[in-house]
């Protein structure tokens, strides 16, 4: 029996590196990316079905979503698609840079009529790759987090991944080459799709088919983090000198990080944990922690500043460029300072 797993997390926190570290187990084949399209399009049809439309569907956290979770794992379990909807979303993604895999074929005439549920489409859109005969088939696709209750429901394991949110503002918007996260997006607008991971790590806390795992203690201490998520998945574990030749892609080749912070490099490395500290000002090292400090205290994380409402009042971003979906002045918009007080004072006093 083929078992399904599922990785997810905030972008720039290290998914593509435990996707591409769980792809060297013999028993696992994981796909990078495979059909980003498909959760923004039913993530897109849920929200426009109660009224609500926007072009960032994937980046609220549990303060400002507009639904319950129960309602949307309603609409996941009874949506019907066809095969055109399914040949449709992979014709967008051809040239869509988020999609990394790219697929094999795109044959759907062994798709049934009308497919029912999101497992049904998952198992579907898999099914358009070569995936191998391994005990543990999957993907990772990033700030997914939401789609997570209805697959551990469904028996799939789900694996979410934390990092500092002070090197994720580094790597999202301060990247020495790539762009992965685009062009400079305001703080807070990363910082609450951040809050998003912790929000279903402590909604899911206790689901057997769910783990989170930080990103720092992968970097640091690779094989007894490895070792937690081979447990779960039942498997046996990595040998301690596995990674020694470097990492591999599924097709054999040797696999570069997509680093924001260091030299490209085929092996785990800990270089950018606290690089924030070389690069951040003092105000956006404060504000990012005013801002996260409820979930930085329960994640481990060391705050450097003492956290206030004063920080949150006055900061300002800048060198922010102009969207049509995103107000370059987001992080100061009264309405959001506001919500973002009177949680400050919800979680803090």
């Excluded at 078992?3 to 591409?20: A, D, P, W």
């Excluded at 549920?117 to 543990?136: C, D, Q, T, V």
């Excluded at 694996?159 to 500092?164: L, Q």
């Excluded at 690069?279 to 060391?302: A, P, R, W």
């Amino acid at each position: 029996m083929t078992n399904k797993v599922f990785i997810t997390g905030m972008g720039r926190s290290g998914t593509t590196l435990i996707e591409k570290l769980l792809t060297n187990h013999p028993e696992i084949d994981m796909l990078s990316q495979p059909f980003p399209l498909i959760f923004i399009f039913l993530k897109s049809i849920f929200l426009e079905s109660l009224g609500i439309k926007k072009y960032y569907v994937l980046n609220d956290d549990f303060e400002n979503m507009n639904f319950e979770q129960k309602d949307f794992d309603l609409f996941l379990s009874k949506l019907v698609v066809d095969k055109i909807w399914i040949k449709k979303a992979f014709e967008n993604m051809i040239n869509y840079s988020g999609q990394y895999t790219k697929n094999c074929h795109l044959d759907i005439s062994e798709i049934n009529k009308e497919i029912h549920g999101f497992l049904e489409i998952f198992e579907a859109s898999l099914n358009r790759f070569n995936l191998k005969n391994k005990k543990y088939i999957g993907s990772k696709e990033v700030m997914c987090e939401e789609f997570t209750p209805y697959l551990c429901r469904n028996r799939f394991k789900s694996i979410v991944v934390v990092r500092d949110p002070r090197d994720v503002v580094v790597s999202a918007n301060y990247p020495k080459e790539d762009k992965h996260f685009g062009n400079k997006k305001p703080t807070l607008f990363i910082l609450r799709t951040w809050r998003k991971s912790i929000d279903y790590l402590n909604y899911l806390r206790k689901n057997k088919n769910f783990i989170y795992i930080k990103y720092e203690d992968l970097v640091t201490d690779p094989y007894n983090t490895l070792n937690k998520i081979t447990f779960f998945l039942d498997l046996e574990p990595f040998a301690k000198n596995h990674f020694d030749a470097g990492i591999y892609d599924r097709d054999g080749s040797l696999w570069q990080a997509n680093s924001s912070f260091d030299t490209k490099t085929s092996f785990i490395s800990s270089q950018s944990v606290g690089g924030y500290k070389k690069i951040l000002s003092s105000d956006e090292i404060n504000y990012i922690e005013s801002i996260c400090k409820y979930e930085m205290d329960l994640m481990g994380y060391t705050l450097d500043t003492i956290p206030n409402k004063k920080i949150i009042k006055n900061f300002r971003d800048y060198f922010i460029e102009s969207s049509e979906h995103l107000d370059k002045n987001y992080s100061s918009l009264d309405e959001n300072v506001e919500k973002e007080l009177a949680r400050y004072g919800k979680y803090n006093n």
